[in-house]
């Protein structure tokens, strides 16, 4: 055998080979840096008989390249020898390609899927913090002599342009599944999903990936830092496409913001229900440019029966004093209440709340500045719902001119409010809800005081109205919290307090505690002294090292006492399998199984497990699924004992490479998808809402809690949906009914997702099945998809699950509505 010669490409080298290769034998290589690292080395077949082309990387370090002839014993029968010099082979290819010798036709000849190489994609970047990437993508392979657990166990490592080795933080190897055959894609073709993460590197390097025993070739990839570079700005575009990113403020002024065209129309509007708001906004050493700013966006609303109420805590401030009494004089409709000194934020309103006469109280602060139509939509929201006592808006911050930071809320959640205060701006309480209170509360509030409120009128609130439009600018400047979370110091006690105050008021027993970042709270509900029974429902089949790990962590992590396992056996045909369901409910007494002997239908299998089961409480587990959190069944039943209106809890579930695969599921004007799919586990996004215990349209039936009796009176899963869209079915006729599904993001879990059995798109009658079962989700439930999802901003783009901003103009809608 020998060499010949020689061209580069894409960061690679290719060297022409002959070699005499009898049947049996193959051609092994090899490839060694000049500092002793093994590099990735290649021996692909040419186009003649007896004709290869080897492929080793371009480094900085000359290498020495071997091939062999070896036989089916591994003997070897040939070899040759090469070294490969990085000046050298530069000027080799150049010449070659001058001369256009045939050369170089071996150039990139694996950029394609090639039977007797493996073919890496990378496909996209997740920034988890600033020093660190992860990296999705695919390897094609060919393994005729396919081994599920060779493939799965790829040997991925990283080669610096040095000839250095990279180390990687976590190297996730997700599964495999077969490529549908073509006339390019032989019989025995496998797709590998992967994932790794490395420090943030601004140099290229080369992704490595051979297989234990010879099961699958070998490949590697150069990965240029300029396409790194490229996959990051597509991850920074999508975030600058939110609400949290750099495009809002154009987004804002082009788009969002109602035209003036309606804002004149809205001048000339009348409605039915005409109420008056009265506008309690406390003064305290304001500053004279933002007083003026905020009276002015009072004195341009739209909608005219308003009032203003000043309530002055610095009457030693003469210049305020002197603006503020030129306010009345200029405008009747303003007044002012003057204190002897600074009672505190709380206090200071309550005064405010005193003297307010309108049919409505709303809270604004004295810094802060509204949307010309705030509260004509207001009034619109009334008059559409006239049981309304509770209103609040969209709202985004504002520092010098500049809009960011929109936070386009859900409709009211209780168990969000519990977490932050979302509600937050511009609180809107119907009048006579307060004065009915048994008294004002007190300063120890100060800093939640708009929290405090909203907990004690939404506990007795008819109906509470959410206005889905930005009308509200929180300024920010150094003293304020909007601009930094140190302002306000005492804010975070006096918040855990008002939820504290409610849980109370209420009967549950919780303790509150801190969470991150400020402002924000976590909830531990006390679980009672008699605990009700959870009933664990698992449909399993085969695979049993997907079960035994699902069920030992189960057994070994769950704090939870009273909770039994009720396995749903669905044919499998290893002896293995009922050997182990032998060995498991022998162990544990709390584990049952149960056979159903129909065809797969995950919703007839649940249905069945359920009937089997005898506790107060469903929790429908996939088998593929390991927990983390111990006390995830305590978190999963916290909400449930909040309320009994709330019928069914989802947990987060994670990929092996702690992104998410499900943090609750969104309808938005579209098909139903994963909120922030492949996100950080403990990614703070949009408002730390995926950290946070709030409502959800739906939750995936791979790990859901659901109340048997109403799980019961529902009729439990349709088994016309066998395997999509059964559990989105099933939360939305839960919510049909009034009840309410919650997100629970603290309790977490692992979920190896479709590893059981395999992906629908991958078998054309699967495909078709799905297929099916979708058309049949949205001729049920048109009207709820048309109308997008509630807990999910209004304004974010229909065809996106992560936030990302609606750019399309609706005026013709608010023109027909106003």
């Not at 599944?177 to 490395?198: H, K, M, N, W, Y």
């Not at 409505?360 to 010309?372: K, Q, R």
């Not at 009176?713 to 939305?732: K, M, P, Q, S, T």
Request: hydrophobic share 40%.
């Amino acid at each position: 055998m020998e060499f010949g010669k020689l061209t580069r490409g894409d960061g690679k080298i290719y060297i022409a080979l002959r070699a005499e290769v009898p049947s049996g034998a193959r051609v092994r290589v090899s490839s060694r840096a000049q500092n002793g690292n093994d590099m990735p080395a290649l021996a692909l077949r040419g186009e003649q008989s007896g004709s290869y082309v080897v492929v080793v990387p371009v480094i900085s370090l000359a290498q020495v390249v071997t091939a062999h002839v070896v036989d089916g014993q591994g003997k070897t029968l040939d070899s040759a020898m090469t070294t490969v010099d990085p000046k050298k082979s530069a000027w080799q290819s150049k010449r070659n390609t001058l001369l256009k010798d045939a050369a170089t036709s071996m150039r990139n000849i694996d950029a394609d899927p090639r039977i007797d190489c493996a073919n890496i994609r990378i496909d996209r970047i997740v920034l988890f913090d600033d020093s660190t990437n992860l990296l999705h993508g695919f390897i094609c392979v060919y393994a005729p002599n396919y081994r599920n657990e060779a493939l799965n166990n790829a040997n991925i490592r990283f080669v610096g342009t040095d000839g250095s080795l990279l180390e990687s933080s976590k190297v996730t190897v997700f599964g495999e599944s077969p490529i549908p055959v073509t006339a390019d894609s032989p019989d025995g073709a496998r797709l590998i999903e992967f994932s790794f993460r490395l420090p943030v590197l601004d140099a290229d390097f080369f992704i490595w990936v051979s297989f234990p025993g010879g099961s699958a070739p070998d490949g590697f990839v150069r990965m240029e830092a300029s396409r790194i570079e490229q996959l990051r700005r597509d991850f920074f575009f999508m975030m600058s496409h939110t609400s949290q990113g750099e495009a809002y403020d154009d987004w804002f002024r082009r788009i969002h913001r109602t035209s003036p065209l309606v804002i004149e129309a809205q001048k000339t509007a009348h409605f039915e229900i005409e109420p008056l708001f009265s506008i309690i906004v406390p003064l305290y050493k304001t500053p004279l440019g933002f007083f003026w700013e905020m009276v002015e966006s009072v004195r341009s609303q739209t909608y005219s029966k308003w009032e203003l109420v000043l309530v002055n805590a610095s009457p030693e401030d003469s210049a305020l004093c002197e603006n503020a009494q030129r306010a009345v004089a200029e405008d009747e409709r303003i007044r002012l209440v003057t204190l002897d000194e600074n009672k505190g934020i709380t206090l200071n309103t309550n005064e405010g709340i005193r003297a307010a006469k309108g049919d409505f109280l709303c809270f604004f602060d004295h810094d802060d500045i509204l949307e010309p139509d705030a509260l004509f939509e207001y009034a619109k929201g009334i008059n559409r719902y006239p049981d309304t006592d509770l209103l609040y808006c969209d709202e985004d911050k504002i520092e010098n001119g500049h809009y960011f930071d929109g936070f386009l809320k859900p409709d009211f959640d209780m168990d969000l409010l519990t977490a932050s205060n979302y509600v937050c701006h511009m609180l809107t309480v119907r009048t006579s809800l307060v004065r009915d209170l048994p008294e004002l509360p007190g300063k120890e509030f100060d800093g939640a005081q708009d929290h405090n409120l909203t907990f004690l009128i939404a506990e007795q609130a008819r109906n509470v109205y959410h206005a889905r439009k930005v009308l509200y600018h929180w300024r920010v400047h150094q003293q304020s919290t909007a601009g930094s979370a140190d302002s306000k110091p005492w804010a975070q006690e006096a918040g855990n307090r008002a939820i504290e105050a409610h849980f109370k008021r209420i009967g549950v027993p919780v303790k509150v505690e801190d969470s991150t970042p400020a402002f924000y709270h976590r909830v531990k509900y006390v679980m009672p002294e008699e605990q009700p029974l959870v009933s664990i429902v698992i449909p399993t089949k085969d695979h049993i090292d997907l079960l035994s790990t699902c069920v030992d962590s189960i057994l070994q992590k769950t704090t939870y006492r009273n909770f039994e396992i009720v396995l749903v056996e669905n044919n499998s045909t290893e002896e293995q399998t009922f050997a182990y369901y032998d060995q498991v409910s022998a162990r544990d007494s709390r584990v049952k199984v149960v056979r159903y002997e129909g065809e797969f239908n995950f919703s007839a299998i649940c249905n069945f497990g359920a009937r089997h089961a005898s506790g107060d409480y469903y929790l429908f587990l996939n088998n593929d699924t390991s927990v983390i959190t111990p006390e995830w069944i305590e978190r999963m039943l916290g909400p449930m004992l909040h309320r009994s209106t709330t019928a069914c809890t989802g947990a987060m579930l994670l990929y092996a490479d702690d992104t998410i695969q499900h943090a609750g599921v969104i309808i938005p004007k579209a098909n139903p998808d994963h909120l922030c799919h492949c996100f950080p586990a403990d990614s703070l996004y949009h408002f730390s809402h995926l950290q946070r215990t709030r409502e959800s349209s739906a939750v995936t039936g791979a790990c859901m809690l659901v109340r048997a009796s109403q799980f019961d009176a529902v009729d439990g899963f349709d088994e016309r949906f066998a395997v999509a869209y059964n559990d989105i079915d099933l939360c939305l006729r839960l919510r049909e009914r009034g009840w309410s599904v919650v997100m629970e993001p603290t309790a977490r879990l692992y979920h190896y997702e479709s590893a059981s059995r395999g992906s629908d798109f991958m078998d054309a009658r699967k495909f078709a099945r799905l297929h099916s079962e979708g058309g049949l989700f949205r001729e049920r439930w048109g009207k709820y998809i048309s109308a997008g999802d509630p807990f999910y901003g209004m304004h974010c783009a229909r065809e996106s699950a992560r936030y990302e901003l609606d750019w399309l103009r609706e005026d013709w809608e608010l023109w027909t509505k106003a």
